[in-house]
T-cell receptor, first 115, second 115 residues
Framework: DAGVIQSPRHEVTEMGQEVTLRCKPI?????LFWYRQTMMRGLELLIY????????DSGMPEDRFSAKMPNASFSTLKIQPSEPRDSAVYFC?????????????FGPGTRLLVL | AQSVTQPDIHITVSEGASLELRCNYS??????LFWYVQSPGQGLQLLLK??????LVQGIKGFEAEFKRSQSSFNLRKPSVHWSDAAEYFC?????????????FGKGTKLSVIP
């Protein structure tokens, strides 16, 4: 299995621009999670989906952030407009029922820098 | 709400020496407990997890962890460290029972290994 795939791996953009991060979960996994990692706050859960439906988005920092999962094999996290404080590493993770939703498999992350 | 404390930000050990990374959690009941490892530029990989039963759990790469309810701790150990173990280690908790999808991570402990 290819594991969780994220793109791009690195993104540099200017403040005010729209940023779209992409994730392909492991085939057969029906939970998908988006995390943000910063030095100050560590790893934070932003949102998670079950069977393509958003279950809890209480971790999404503000309305500038949105996430979608149009089908079982693709999800996006969008920031519009981006700000320098959004600079972080964004991880996507997926899991499957037999392994328990707690057993999450992480992608390599997208390193975002907003200038 | 649950929380996780990893009191050591950075630990340096010599190759071949034993290792113990500390983790303390705060939660009203016995949570699900996890240790993840993150190599530079990579996503997180699950080392081991505790749900119930035997309080000493074995994981991958020769790691083990012991759950101590009285101390609210879940320390990670390895008897002999290899240079390839240099990475950042994260302890995480999730509420036990149904709906336990939200992992709360500690801030991490960075491990350096001296040849």
């Amino acid at each position: 299995d290819a594991g969780v795939i994220q793109s791009p791996r690195h993104e540099v953009t200017e403040m005010g621009q729209e940023v779209t991060l992409r994730c392909k979960p492991i085939s057969g996994h029906d939970y998908l999670f988006w995390y943000r990692q910063t030095m100050m706050r560590g790893l934070e859960l932003l949102i998670y989906f079950n069977n393509n439906v958003p279950i809890d988005d209480s971790g999404m920092p503000e309305d500038r952030f949105s996430a979608k999962m149009p089908n079982a094999s693709f999800s996006t996290l969008k920031i519009q407009p981006s700000e320098p404080r959004d600079s972080a590493v964004y991880f996507c993770a997926s899991s499957y029922p037999a392994g328990g939703p707690e057993t999450q498999y992480f992608g390599p992350g997208t390193r975002l820098l907003v200038l | 709400a649950q929380s996780v404390t990893q009191p050591d930000i950075h630990i340096t050990v010599s190759e071949g020496a034993s290792l113990e990374l500390r983790c303390n959690y705060s939660y009203g009941a016995t949570p699900y407990l996890f240790w993840y490892v993150q190599s530079p530029g990579q996503g997180l990989q699950l080392l081991l997890k505790y749900f119930s039963g035997d309080t000493l759990v074995q994981g991958i790469k020769g790691f083990e962890a012991e759950f101590k309810r009285s101390q609210s701790s879940f320390n990670l150990r390895k008897p002999s460290v290899h240079w390839s173990d240099a990475a950042e280690y994260f302890c995480a908790v999730a509420p036990s029972g149904a709906g336990s999808y939200q992992l709360t991570f500690g801030k991490g402990t960075k491990l350096s290994v001296i040849p």
